[in-house]
């Protein structure tokens, strides 16, 4: 499967004899998780068993999901005969007459009298496997949802990995300038000194002493070893199918770190070349692990 990304888009829509129905699934980016469900009111039992099956499905991300009901059935019409036999006498004292006809209907049309009911979430609970339905297609959002997700962590893993590769490359590159720098840094050094050194008042031994504490402040050969590392663990975490942004964001900061050293032990121009160049990678790599699941 591989890793997910955090974003996407999914919708689902059913009908049965009792109305039609539509679920929408969004989501994007998030530190952790968080579900939200818009439902219509009284489906408690739906509400619960959707957000279940969305934090199973998903670590991180904020995922909303909405539903969307339309009941199909005729209205049920009911006349309030208590108001209407108020206002009727009222009527036949007022106009001497009994309230026929066009009075009638004026009198009907009055708010109150007239009620039509429209059929409510109460009516879809007593529905046998109305619910169930909801749940199901529900859950088939989800689902969808995760897939979607699933093609933008496809996209994710190619980038991250051709980053890796890159990575992997100016970390070579730096550990063959490394290995010349001890020498370049011996010859300037011994240059410098020679320069200022014009009566040979340091000696050999001296001389040997401070080349060989400079080599000392200027060998990066530990951070080399950990970037190796890093990057190989980067790979490993970004062929894996478990929820592995945290830790692509927290191994970006690592390999940032042993780059920033590498830059500041650095006596060479290929060198801190190699180190700001592998600095960009990194930041263009701590980016998309942003939108790692």
Same mark, same amino acid.
């Given at each position: ?17 009792w ?29 619960q ?14 995922? +909303?999901?909405?539903?969307?009901i ?27 007459a ?6 009638l ?5 009055? +708010?109150g ?9 109460r ?13 199901? !297609? ?13 093609q ?6 190619t ?15 730096a550990?063959?300038? !490394?290995?010349?720098q +001890? ?27 401070e ?13 080399l070893?950990?970037?190796s ?25 690592e390999?940032?770190?042993? !780059?920033?050293?590498?830059c500041?032990?650095?006596a ?7 180190g700001?160049?592998?600095k ?5 790599? +701590? ?5 790692v699941?």
């Amino acid at each position: 499967m591989g890793i997910s990304g955090m974003t996407g888009f999914a919708r689902e829509s059913g009908e049965a004899e009792w109305g039609s129905w539509a679920w929408e699934a969004r989501s994007v980016n998030g530190r952790g998780l968080d579900v939200r469900v818009n439902l219509p009111s009284g489906l408690d039992a739906v509400d619960q068993a959707v957000r279940k099956a969305a934090s199973e499905g998903f670590a991180r991300g904020s995922v +909303k999901l909405g539903l969307r009901i339309e009941l199909s059935g005729a209205e049920s019409v009911s006349v309030n005969q208590s108001v209407l036999s108020t206002l009727m006498s009222a009527y036949e004292q007022a106009a001497g007459a009994l309230a026929t006809g066009p009075a009638l209907a004026t009198l009907m049309g009055i +708010k109150g009298v007239v009620e039509a009911e429209t059929l409510s979430m109460r009516y879809l609970v007593e529905v046998e496997g109305a619910l169930d339905a909801l749940i199901a !297609a529900g859950k088939q959002v989800i689902s969808a949802l995760r897939a979607n997700r699933g093609q933008e962590g496809d996209e994710l893993q190619t980038v991250l990995s051709g980053q890796l590769d890159g990575m992997a490359k100016h970390t070579a590159d730096a550990q063959n300038f !490394a290995a010349a720098q +001890k020498t370049a840094l011996a010859d300037k050094y011994r240059a410098r000194i020679a320069e200022f050194d014009t009566d040979g008042a340091v000696t050999e031994e001296r001389l040997a002493t401070e080349i060989a504490v400079l080599a000392a402040k200027a060998d990066v050969t530990e951070e080399l070893d950990r970037l190796s590392a890093h990057i190989s663990r980067g790979q490993s975490l970004v062929e894996s199918d478990d929820a592995v942004g945290r830790d692509l964001g927290f191994l970006a900061q690592e390999l940032n770190r042993e !780059a920033n050293t590498l830059c500041s032990k650095s006596a060479s121009l290929d060198l801190t070349n190699a180190g700001l160049a592998l600095k960009s990678l990194i930041d263009q790599f +701590k980016e998309q692990a942003a939108n790692v699941e």
